[in-house]
């Protein structure tokens, strides 16, 4: 059974970091997509990130050159770290497995990262 | 970049009518069109993949449709238990995009 479990979302100041993590189980996040969308509250799903299995990683506009996705094999776990953080951020993190047709099959249950002062 | 449309934003049917929301994007995607559906404080499910592929476990009531630029998710008979929030997305280029949501009330 595959199971996506998020942490590290927290309360952080605007200006801050925080990494993310997405523990797998029942796939192997080395030879996968894997990609991160956010839910901002009140708003819709928004996509962040995907990490290829090659190892190319690509961003959203909203994201470039502020988050880093990344990978460790060893521990089989997704993770995002996340710099200069702002308001706009605020939102449910979800880490999700890239499946037929780019779609995204599998996902985990969100972690919440607040940013605020 | 892909822009997407998606309507109507809320509609309210009554179980057992037939349920439409469309999505139509700013060219021509092929069949890399995916649904999901989203309940408050769950994570989103995936419904539809290729635009007309049911994901494995998903009601037969669910079904896609369109290629091109315009898609539809048709839900035949609804049910209580599909009050919910629906997403297109777009998964022909990067960057990867949803439509705006369609809620789903039920009566």
């Known amino acids: 059974e595959v199971q996506l479990v998020e942490s590290g979302g927290d309360l952080v100041q605007p200006g801050g970091s925080l990494r993310l993590s997405c523990a797998a189980s029942?796939?192997?996040?080395?030879?996968?997509?894997m990609t991160w969308v956010r839910q901002a509250p009140g708003k819709g799903l928004e996509w962040v990130s995907v990490?290829?299995?090659?190892?190319?990683?690509y961003y959203a506009e909203s994201v470039e050159g502020r988050f880093t996705i990344s990978r460790d094999d060893s521990k089989n776990t997704l993770s995002l770290q996340m710099n200069g953080l702002t308001g706009e951020d605020t939102a449910v993190y979800y880490c999700?497995?890239?499946?037929?047709?780019?779609?995204?099959?599998?996902w985990g249950q969100g972690t919440l990262v607040t940013v605020s002062s | 970049d892909i822009q997407i449309t998606q309507s109507p934003s809320t509609l309210s049917a009554s179980v057992g009518d037939r349920v439409t929301i469309t999505c139509r994007t700013s060219q021509r995607i092929s069949s890399y069109l995916n649904w999901y559906q989203y309940k408050p404080g769950k994570a989103p499910k995936p419904l539809i993949y290729s635009a007309v592929s049911l994901q494995s476990g998903v009601p037969s009531r669910f079904r896609g449709s369109g290629a091109g630029t315009e898609f539809t998710l048709t839900i035949t008979t609804v049910q209580p238990e599909d009050s919910a929030t629906y997403y297109c997305q777009q998964s022909y280029s990067l960057p990867w995009a949803f439509g705006q949501g369609t809620k789903v009330e039920i009566k």
């Open positions: 999700a497995k890239v499946g037929d047709g780019y779609s995204f099959d599998f």
């Open positions: 029942g796939l192997s996040v080395s030879v996968n997509y």
């Open positions: 990490l290829y299995s090659g190892g190319s990683a």
